[in-house]
């Protein structure tokens, strides 16, 4: 009788499991979301979202153009081709919140979607023919190419549903070459080294100080490498299944410039140190101050967005007027937004290319909505007295169209500036 | 050769055969247990989750009784297990099982146990936070030990099948990969014999 009791126990249990068994037949794949990604994680170095503009010369810093340090051999141009970069990212982070609230630990203030390393070189060969490891795997040499262009794919995780309104750029080294410290009479005395990759490799660390602090920042306690944040990007990742592009954009190419610094050997001797880096086009690079010389950061600036691909529509720009010879860029921004030029990349930007009438440029993978159409160009750059006409690559100056353009998915539309509510003036 | 082959056979089962013998003369009593057990829990080396998934720790409880045979007992159980902690991506399973275990015939100081089963398991994703129940087989093997007499003490480990592929793709994104899961759990474990003799 126990024993029969005992029976009826067991046979209970096991109808329970199989139960269980046949009662999960529907629903959401859970394991299979781990394995298929919804993000592609694109990295860019421009300003346009597509369509870039080849490589241009490297502007020159007015340190460079007039005053003391404008002599040969300083002021020979450093031609864009023999720019070598060494880019070390040690992962890019979003963040609901602007900022990090106080005593709040980073692991719960970030999302961390794309921690692993990447590296982007111009040469895997380091000096005395040691090869730099990690930039020949993973074909990191081509990334920098594609970085320079239409993006790499950066490899990351599914993101929570939410809005983000903090995405970073981690930074672990930003290295360019040639840089080249002079004696006191201008000859040269070295071809500066330094270590990227575990090997020494010519060039200039700018990420320990030079492009990490901004020059006001006298402490040197705001770190803008480590990382490069845009605060207002308002990412929003909806809650379906639907597979969607992010797009990060730092703005780097086309802005290289041919710096100077008197002190380069970071003695009082005039030695000067001339190097490649981004233009000084938010605050004057003092070439001569020995205290900020080594301090140009602030001017590398950095935007996000997202697409969910087929669900796009692209805006064609149309005007008469030839292409201008500065750089000059078609951009939108979501109709109602501000946009400020020199906070934040726009929404998304192309070049202007000749093509009938005179001018065009095509503004693609743009999410259906209506956007502000705005033309921005190079005109203005930084000396000592602030900011004067000139050209240093950053497009600081802007005309809004005033037309706004509605977007619908897999269409395009097209805008004819003449037709603008505003005049374009200031960039003709 | 033929007779030596036989002579080494018999030799070797004679003293086994007697052994079993006695062991299903012995005559049966209900001997249930309860036990618990924790320890590392991974998906499968070279499945497609362990990419993404790392080893971490899983625990569970579990029931047992021999059925009317001293050699056969229906085992059920149920455990949380946590996968993937390193990096943003994480998997909860918590899976439900019954299982019928094979108890190795032999009188030695260890117990060993072969066990299959069936079941469901509660699965839960980081960071989407999406959930499901999905239908779940179960192979497992233990040993064990008696330390005194409540107390067994041993290791298991188990192996866990969760199906998947009978889910379709989300409407919104038909070009999801469906996988299965693939899991194995390694447990110290302790488990009383609640009506010891």
């Known amino acids: 009788m126990k024993n029969k009791k005992t029976v009826t126990r067991i046979i209970k249990f096991i109808s329970i499991t199989g139960l269980t068994f046949l009662y999960t037949c529907t629903g959401t794949p859970v394991l299979s979301d781990l394995v298929n990604s919804r993000i592609s994680l ?70 961390m979607f794309a921690e692993e390393r990447q590296v982007l070189c111009s040469t895997a060969t380091g000096l005395a023919g040691y090869q730099l490891l990690d930039c020949l795997s ?7 190419g594609q970085f320079f262009g239409e993006g790499f794919q950066y490899k990351a995780v599914d993101l929570p549903a939410g809005t983000y309104q903090r ?97 380069g050997s970071k003695t009082t001797a005039i030695e000067p140190l001339t190097f490649a880096a981004v233009s000084d086009w938010q605050a004057n690079h003092a070439a001569t101050d020995i205290t900020k010389s080594f301090s140009m950061g602030g001017n590398l600036l950095m935007n996000a967005r997202i697409y969910v691909p087929g669900n796009t529509g692209s805006i064609i720009i149309n005007e008469s007027a030839a292409p201008a010879a500065n750089k000059t860029y078609y951009a939108v921004v979501p109709s109602g937004t501000t946009f400020d030029p020199k906070t934040t990349l726009p929404y998304a930007a192309t070049s202007q ?33 602030g900011e004067v006409a000139g050209f240093d690559g950053f497009p600081e100056t802007f005309d809004n169209c005033g037309t706004p353009v509605t977007v619908t998915a897999g269409a395009s539309s097209t805008l004819d500036l003449a037709t603008c509510a505003t005049v374009i003036t200031l960039c003709p | 050769m033929k007779k030596v082959l036989l002579f080494i056979i018999v030799t070797i089962f004679l003293p086994y055969s007697s052994l079993w013998a006695q062991y299903e003369l012995k005559s049966w009593s209900f001997q249930p247990q309860a036990g618990v057990w924790f320890g590392p829990v991974a998906a499968v080396p070279g499945t497609e989750l362990s990419r993404v998934l790392s080893t971490y720790l899983g625990g569970g409880i579990f029931g ?24 943003q991506e994480k998997l909860q399973v918590s899976p439900i099982y019954g299982a019928i275990d094979f108890k190795l015939p032999i009188e030695f100081a260890l117990n060993f146990y072969f066990k299959g089963g ?16 999905l239908p779940t087989g179960f192979f497992g093997f233990e040993t064990s030990f008696p330390a005194g007499k409540w107390v067994n003490i041993g290791l298991r480990a188990d192996y866990y099948l969760l199906y998947e592929k009978h889910l379709k793709p989300p409407v919104d994104n038909p070009g999801m990969k469906i996988i299965n899961g693939h899991f194995i759990n390694i447990g110290l474990m302790l488990n009383v014999n609640i009506l010891a003799d």
């Open chain 2, 64 to 87: 047992r009784a021999n059925l009317p045979s001293n050699m056969f007992h229906s085992e059920v159980g149920a455990s949380y297990n946590v996968y993937g902690r390193v990096g």
């Open chain 1, 42 to 111: 694109i990295l860019k170095g421009t300003y346009e979202t597509n369509d870039p503009y080849p490589q241009g010369s490297l502007y020159m810093d007015d340190a460079l153009t007039s005053g003391t340090l404008a002599v040969a051999p300083l002021n020979t141009s450093i031609l864009s081709s023999d720019v070598n970069y060494f880019i070390d990212i040690a992962g890019i982070r979003v963040a609901k919140s602007s900022t990090q609230p106080t005593g709040s630990d980073s692991s719960s203030y970030w999302s």
């Open chain 1, 353 to 385: 290319s000749a093509g009938a009438p005179g001018s065009t440029g095509t503004i693609k993978n743009l999410p259906p909505g209506t956007y502000d159409i705005y033309k921005t160009c190079d005109t203005k750059r930084m000396d000592t007295t």
């Open chain 1, 138 to 144: 993973d074909n990191n040499v081509a990334k920098l």
């Open chain 1, 167 to 263: 995405v970073a750029v981690f930074i672990r080294k930003m290295v360019t070459s040639p840089a080249t410290l002079y004696d006191t009479n201008f000859a040269v005395k070295e071809n500066l080294t330094t270590i990227f990759d575990n090997r020494t490799i010519n060039g200039i660390n700018l990420s320990d100080e030079i492009l990490q602090y901004n020059p006001s920042d006298t402490l040197k306690s705001t770190p803008l490498l480590f990382p490069l944040d845009v605060k207002n990007a308002h990412i929003v990742i909806p809650g379906d299944n639907k597979p969607y592009v992010m797009e990060v954009r730092i703005f780097m190419h086309n802005l290289m410039m041919q710096h100077v610094i008197s002190n």
């Open chain 2, 118 to 133: 069936a079941g469901g398991s509660y699965v839960k994703n980081s960071p989407e936070n999406h959930s499901n129940w």
